[in-house]
């Protein structure tokens, strides 16, 4: 196939770019490089299956020749990110999910959006299903990024009830793995740098918040199976076990043989006390669940921030 992927240039976006080429498909990736980077893909330069576009997807879009899929995996996509950005991220899950949108409609390609277990805000539904609505702050800083997300998803689905477009939706769970961002604000990536460094480890709260924690390598797996699957509903990609922040902050620690000193601040606005994904569908629909527990993955997310840091 002849894949567009937005975003192709980020932690998500460019391992993706790896398995669809891996698996024999084309490869057309535009990034506007704001959290996106080259080195995450150089090494597909020069190579007859791909292409890079340095693009804002904001604007409008096109691509020629035929596409069969257009994969929409462009935002920033963590809290430090997205504060910073609040309009950017908003004009990308509206202005850039309506551009890429049009791009499926008139290449006659499927769509697949990535969206976020964001949508379900501060969840008063443990885990959280797809049925789920979720609780969130509109108004809030956290908002732009929920927001951006939940208008994504509606758009979509207007697409593929109005005018029959083919369409995808994942939902993902704090994905984590190499080419993850250092001090990008998530938190397995601001752990492990921290630690590498020797820095107090930063909690925010109490630490008792929890979190699933979704490799990348199992990810990208439940997004190929979704892209070729036929199912249009919202679908959850991610690992249901559960740890609280200050779990995981101790593993690090331990698995980065480090000497920091955890140290707690405010808990942020709006910040989530649970998350944990619902993976009943995937396992049903796609037959996905995941393979790597947090300390397997942990292990090359370690060295890839050790060997970047040296």
């Not at 994942?170 to 793995?177: K, L, Q, S």
């Not at 994904?277 to 942990?298: C, F, H, Y």
Request: aromatic share 10%; charged share 20%; proline share 6%.
């Amino acid at each position: 196939m002849r894949v567009v992927v937005t975003g192709g240039a980020g932690f998500l976006g460019s391992n993706l770019c790896d398995a669809l080429i891996a698996r024999g498909d084309e490869v057309i990736a535009i990034d506007n490089l704001v959290t996106g980077s080259q080195s995450n893909i150089a090494h597909l330069f020069g190579t007859d299956a791909f292409t890079f576009v340095h693009h804002d997807v904001s604007n409008y879009v096109w691509v020629p020749g035929p596409v069969d899929v257009v994969m929409h995996f462009a935002s920033p996509a963590s809290p430090r990110d997205y504060l910073e950005m609040p309009i950017q991220t908003l004009k990308v899950g509206s202005l850039g999910t309506h551009n890429t949108l049009g791009l499926a409609l008139a290449k006659g390609a499927r769509y697949f959006v990535a969206s976020t277990s964001e949508v379900y805000g501060d969840p008063l539904v443990h885990p959280q299903h797809e049925g789920y609505w979720g609780h969130v702050n509109p108004i809030g800083p956290r908002g732009v990024y929920d927001e951006a997300k939940r208008f994504a998803e509606a758009l979509v689905m207007a697409y593929h009830r109005a005018h029959g477009l083919d369409t995808r939706i994942v939902r993902f769970f704090n994905t984590y793995g190499p080419r993850m961002r250092p001090r990008d604000g998530r938190v397995v990536s601001n752990f492990v740098v921290q630690a590498l460094a020797g820095e107090p480890i930063t909690v925010y709260g109490d630490g008792t918040q929890t979190r699933s924690f979704g490799y990348v390598a199992d990810t990208i797996r439940g997004v190929l199976l979704l892209l070729d699957s036929d199912f249009t509903d919202p679908v959850n990609i991610g690992n249901p076990g559960e740890f609280t922040i200050l779990e995981l902050a101790e593993v690090v620690i331990e698995m980065t043989g480090s000497t920091s000193e955890i140290i707690f601040e405010d808990l942020p606005q709006d910040d989530p006390m649970q998350r944990r994904p619902d993976i009943t569908r995937a396992r049903e629909v796609l037959g996905w669940s995941p393979d790597v527990t947090l300390r397997e993955g942990l292990v090359p997310t370690i060295e890839w921030f050790r060997s970047h840091m040296s």
